[in-house]
């Protein structure tokens, strides 16, 4: 069975920006980012409810950016990338954001303190290593 090809894996999102624009004859123009917060403290919120806040509002950017290139796509009539938004960046964003609205409600039901550190056990549990150190 050594002659029978791999099957193709699902594509990497990570590759989906400039190259296949520029395959298509496109062009890619970066713009810089505006620096993150680096201070996540909100005196009436706390760190954690202000920082997972600021997750899920970079999580609807996203998806709002992804929105207005779809609708580009859509309004030049470009059916090929448009299925591939809609495949491949949207539906997995659109599950991102509501992972993330999940994740905020949690930490505000959690409150200050005990509850804290309850979610970031959780937190530990689901993405930590198998070792449990994070």
């Known amino acids: 069975l ?5 099957m193709p894996s699902a594509p990497d999102p990570s590759l989906a920006g400039p190259r296949p624009q520029a395959q298509r004859g496109g062009r890619v123009k970066l713009m810089p980012l505006a620096p993150p917060e680096t201070e ?8 954690a409810l202000h920082a997972t ?7 609807k950017l996203n998806f709002t950016k992804l929105r207005e290139l779809h609708d580009v796509a859509s309004a030049a009539g470009d059916a090929d990338a ?5 495949d491949n960046l949207l539906h ?15 930490v505000h039901r959690a409150g200050r303190g005990h509850g804290i550190f309850h979610i970031d056990s959780m937190l530990s549990d689901e993405y930590g290593k198998e070792d449990g150190v994070v």
């Open 2 to 6: 050594s002659s029978v090809p791999p």
């Open 40 to 47: 996540y403290w909100h005196p009436e919120k706390g760190d």
């Open 53 to 59: 806040e600021l997750a899920l509002s970079l999580e």
């Open 82 to 86: 448009t299925h591939f938004l809609e």
């Open 92 to 106: 997995e964003q659109s599950k991102d954001v509501k992972a993330a609205a999940v994740l905020v409600s949690k």
